[in-house]
């Protein structure tokens, strides 16, 4: 009920939701490879996203993007595989409605619910997957543009997916979000926990770090989030 409430078939709510890259994931790579750069990087990367038809599960598929080189398909493909470009906070709700995710092939109700599900949370599932594109083809770029290998893109584009998107995967869930009850209670509050450890992290980072390049960056970070925001 709750899903359904607040984000179910809700494009208010996928619109909104459209604004973490330029929020969360902007201020992240601005902060490490400049702020033009990033902003530049941005643009591209959601017009060259859009770029490719639409898939009727999960929106813009960048694989199939004319606008992306053979190396950038690739990488997208790996990190598809890899489960954190489809695996979003709208898949994660959706499962907490399941019937009996145990045996879903086995129930008939339970796959009706879940797919059920997948049509209700489509218009917040498909925004945040083009986020998760936009930040990893983002961040590839800008590592390759630095000069960094293929595998440094690579590293670069799942920490931006994991600092500023996140891992909305159920084994990632804090263990006091688990469990029956405690997974309705808090269904909507993986996000704001994410949140609040990337201000917090940064904030720590901008005065308490060791490293006068790690400081430099956390005060960047965190002072063009609230410029941003």
């Known amino acids: 009920v709750g899903f359904v409430m607040y984000l179910g078939l809700s494009p208010a709510a996928g619109l909104v939701n459209l604004l973490q890259t330029p929020m969360v994931t902007l201020p992240h790579l601005g902060a490490r490879y400049g702020f033009r750069k990033a902003s530049a990087s941005m643009g591209k990367a959601t017009s060259d996203v859009m770029a490719a038809p639409m898939n009727r599960q999960s929106g813009w598929d960048a694989t199939a993007s004319d606008k992306l080189t053979a190396a950038e398909k690739a990488a997208m493909r790996e990190l598809q595989d890899e489960g954190i470009i489809d695996l979003t906070q709208a898949h994660d709700l959706a499962s907490a409605s399941g019937l009996d995710t145990g045996n879903v092939a086995r129930s008939k109700a339970a796959f009706a619910m879940a797919r059920a599900m997948k049509i209700v949370g489509w218009t917040f599932h498909v925004p945040e997957v083009m986020n998760r594109q936009v930040t990893a083809l983002m961040a590839y770029r800008l590592e390759t543009d630095k000069g960094g290998s293929v595998e440094q ?47 917090g992290r940064a904030a720590y980072q901008a005065l308490k770090d060791e490293d006068p390049d790690v400081r430099r960056i956390a005060r960047r970070q965190i002072l063009s989030t609230f410029a941003v925001t």
């Open 153 to 199: 893109a690579m590293d670069a584009a799942r920490e931006a997916i994991k600092r500023t998107q996140f891992d909305y995967s159920s084994s990632n869930r804090a263990r006091y979000m688990q469990g029956n009850v405690a997974r309705v209670v808090t269904q909507f509050k993986q996000f704001s926990q994410n949140m609040t450890y990337f201000l």
